[in-house]
Structure formats: structure tokens, C-alpha cells
């Protein structure tokens, strides 16, 4: 089975679709979302709907932080700004919607697979993986030798040598990586609709069960007219310009 694995689109329905068409010239069976499906972006009823869809077809999608807070409402830690992306979100959205995302679960167990949106020692806490200690404590929560996670907006793999000792590297768009039974990993594809790598363009990847293999993908799309939607709707500034310069 190939997996098609997204994460944090962020409701920028044109960086998903060029994902989406992506993947599936590419033959992808199965498509696996690792939350934040919205937040940030003006478009969050075409990628809810977009996300139900590939569910209902056999695909995954856990939930994510900004999905919550759309959801519950968000906490009163969130950035001013964030928070005025959610409340708007959420006025957006029909009630169906709502429920979809809140109905979503924290994590999903497939197979040697683990889905989730931030970590696997407490994906309800939403605490990022940004080193190969946070790396080593989420692989070191699961029994599962695969997990795929996101939050972090950047692309990596974390994996475990045969001392138990958890290094990283950046892997290159394009390149497939061989996920040796050997050893336990920890991928993170990088985000469709919000990249913060310095590359504006759009993350996925695919993952081949069959031979083990992942690779990373950057796609450009438009995403002026994506930051243009944003600034349209009288959303933060920044969410637009991020989208410029992936950053």
C-alpha cells in the first residue's frame, strides 16, 4: 500500500489540492492527514470537507491542535493572533463540520504505524518534537516501530541505532529513504499549508508499506493567491506573509 501523509494545511485549500493531485498521479492508496487541518488559512470548509472525504474513503486524520481549539474554543495561552484565526474559523464552518473535527481522535494505531499530531508521550499536551530528545521520548512511548507526526512544520526523520541512541537528518525532496526494519523512526512529512523551512513550497509524503520506502515532497503551487484569500478576509497579516516566504 502507498500512503500519501499530509499535516498541517491550515486550511489552504490550494497548497492541499496540488498535494492531493500529487499524490494521486503518484497511485496513492491510502491518504493519512496529522492535523491542523485548519487554523491560519481562509479556506477551512473546502479542506474539511476535503479531509471527511478521504475518510470516509479509508483514510486517516487525527486531530491537531488548532482543530480543538475550533472545536472547544481556543485556550487562553493561544497568541492574540492565532486565536482570532479560530474564532473566525469557527464562524465559517458549518455545524457538521465542527463535529467532524471535534470528533476526531488524538491518535491511530495502524498495522507498525502510529498517526499522530504532535507527539506519542502525551499527543493531548500538543508539545513539539524539536530535538532528538523529544524525538527519543515520543519513540520510546509507543510500541509502534513507525511514527508519523507533524506540528513542527518542518520536514525531518528521527530514527534509533542499535545502542538505543535517537539521531536526525533533513531529508531531501525527492530522495527515498529506506525505513530499515532494523531500527524504530519517528517522520515528519513537513506542512502542506504552512511551511517554516524558508521553502514556500507545500510538504507531503509518500510511504510504500510494500518496500519501505518514504520520500519527501515540495510542490509549488499558488500561494498568492492563498496569502491573497487570507488578506481578503481581514485575517492576520502574517498568516499571508508567511505563505511568501515559507517562514
Known sequence: M???????????????????????????????????HVGYGADPGPVVEAV????????????GNHDLAVARGPSREMHPDAR?????????????????LESLPLSVEQGDRLYVHANAWNPAGFE?????????????????????????HTPALYHTAGDGRVSVFSPVAGTGVPL?????????????????????????????????????????????AAARKIREAGLPEVFGARLEVGF
Do not use: K
Not at 498521479?25 to 492527514?33: K, S, T
Open 52 to 63: 471527511r472525504a478521504a475518510v470516509t474513503r479509508g483514510g486517516v486524520a487525527v486531530l
Open 128 to 152: 513539539y518534537i524539536t530535538s532528538v530528545f523529544d524525538a527519543g521520548r515520543s519513540l520510546r512511548a509507543t510500541p509502534r516501530r513507525l511514527t508519523f507526526c507533524g506540528h513542527v
Open 84 to 100: 482570532r484565526a479560530i474564532e473566525w474559523t469557527r464562524s465559517r464552518l458549518a455545524a457538521e463540520q465542527v463535529a467532524f
Open 180 to 224: 530499515s526494519s532494523r531500527r524504530r523512526w519517528l517522520a515528519i512529512p513537513g506542512s502542506a499549508g504552512q511551511p517554516r523551512d524558508g521553502n514556500p513550497a507545500a510538504a507531503y509524503a509518500l510511504y510504500d508499506e510494500q518496500t519501505g520506502v518514504m520520500t519527501w515532497f515540495r510542490l509549488p503551487y499558488d500561494h498568492a
Open 2 to 36: 502507498l500512503i500519501a501523509i499530509f499535516s498541517d494545511v491550515h486550511a489552504n485549500e490550494e497548497a492541499l489540492e496540488a498535494c492531493l493531485a500529487h499524490a494521486g498521479r503518484a497511485g496513492a492508496d491510502q491518504f493519512v492527514f496529522l492535523g491542523d
